[in-house]
């Protein structure tokens, strides 16, 4: 059974930097689609970032590109979400999720990931 425990997160200022991290525990990271998603106050979950299993690829919901960087240590089984400039309208839960046989026209579809952190609360003061 897959696990993802998350950690960072916490309240910053606009501007800041915050770097999120996801440790998997189980079987077969390196060949699992990992993601992040968040959930801001009152809306949906919304896709953040991804690295699709096949080719390692990252995907990134278009208003966050430039600013946001998923990235990996198949080494360590981690995930990490590096997030600069940070805005007000950033504050959400954030979620790390994991899935193993996820196809890329799902990439950004919560309801398609079997595995999911706990969720952390990043807080964005303007």
């Known amino acids: 059974q897959v696990q993802l425990v998350q950690s960072g997160g916490g309240l910053v200022q606009a501007g800041d930097s915050l770097r999120l991290s996801c440790a998997f525990s189980?079987?077969?990271?390196?060949?699992?689609?990992v993601a992040w998603f968040r959930q801001p106050p009152g809306k949906e979950r919304e896709f953040v970032a991804a690295?699709?299993?096949?080719?390692?690829?990252?995907y990134y919901a278009d208003s966050l590109k430039g600013r946001f960087t998923i990235s990996r240590d198949n080494t360590k089984n981690m995930v990490f979400l590096q997030m600069n400039n940070l805005k007000p309208e950033d504050t959400a839960v954030y979620y790390c999720?994991?899935?193993?046989?996820?196809?890329?026209?799902?990439?950004?579809?919560?309801?398609?990931?079997?595995?999911w952190g706990q969720g952390t609360q990043v807080t964005v003061s303007s």
């Open positions: 999720v994991a899935d193993q046989r996820l196809i890329l026209s799902s990439l950004r579809l919560p309801g398609q990931y079997d595995f």
């Open positions: 189980g079987r077969a990271f390196s060949t699992s689609t």
């Open positions: 690295l699709f299993r096949s080719t390692g690829r990252a």
